[in-house]
């Protein structure tokens, strides 16, 4: 099993759609986690930080089921501007500071 | 203010020659790792720097690849004799402070051709 998960899509929405993305992970010390978004030939930027259940800020809610070893992203109100690849970031606290990425997701918004 | 800038921003090399990649982070930033993506692929993390801590090697591929980082300043990220699977986007990040607290910040990346 990979460390780090995630359907690599592409998930192919219609404007103002929900769309959700999961990410498994495989280390169950992970205390934090986090969402990434990556344009197409650009570096990925910080979406969003998860470091206890969940967390929302506007359209993005992120959770986390500990249980389950599981992130989900939830995107309402889709946007064309949303269509990018969505990396999935757990930290190894096993392995010094290494940060393991998922694969990513890659989501296509069309009009 | 300035953000993680890396150079060159784009090269091409032959197969055999030896590559240098250049990093600047975000002044201030005790943290530095460099990551290799290859053409629709994640992110492989390569090296990790803090502060004046030995680097953390463990996803260096070959001993082809070797990183150094003065201070808490400017990285190099040296490859030798290249082959043409080291094509890829070769990734810098800098944050205040350890991986999982702190946000990273990424360069622009080199995209490394290997002919």
């Known amino acids: 099993r990979k460390e780090v998960e995630q359907d690599p899509g592409p998930f192919n929405v219609p404007e103002g759609a929900t769309v959700a993305f999961n990410c498994t992970y495989s280390?169950?010390?992970?205390?934090?986690f986090f969402w990434y978004r990556q344009d197409c030939r650009k570096e990925p930027k910080l979406l969003m930080s998860v470091y206890s259940s969940g967390n929302e800020d506007g359209r993005f809610t992120a959770q986390l089921n500990r249980a389950s070893q599981y992130i989900s992203l939830l995107i309402r109100d889709s946007k064309l501007s949303d269509s990018a690849t969505y990396l999935c970031v757990v930290p190894d606290n096993n392995a010094g500071n290494m940060l393991t990425f998922g694969g990513g997701t890659r989501l296509m918004v069309k009009p | 203010g300035a953000g993680v800038s890396q150079s060159p921003s784009n090269k091409v090399t032959e197969k055999g020659k030896d590559v240098e990649l250049r990093c600047d982070p975000i002044s201030g930033h005790t943290a530095l790792y460099w990551y290799r993506q290859r053409l629709g692929q994640g992110l492989e993390f390569l090296i990790y720097?803090?502060?004046?801590?030995?680097?953390?090697k463990s996803g260096l591929p070959s001993d082809r690849f070797s990183a150094e980082r003065t201070g808490e300043s400017v990285s190099t990220l040296t490859i030798q004799r290249t082959q043409q699977e080291d094509s890829a986007v070769y990734l810098c990040?800098?944050?205040?402070?350890?991986?999982?607290?702190?946000?990273?910040?990424f360069g622009p990346g080199t995209r490394l051709t290997v002919t």
């Open positions: 720097f803090q502060g004046n801590s030995a680097p953390d």
């Open positions: 280390n169950s010390a992970s205390q934090s």
């Open positions: 990040a800098s944050s205040l402070g350890v991986a999982g607290l702190y946000e990273q910040y």
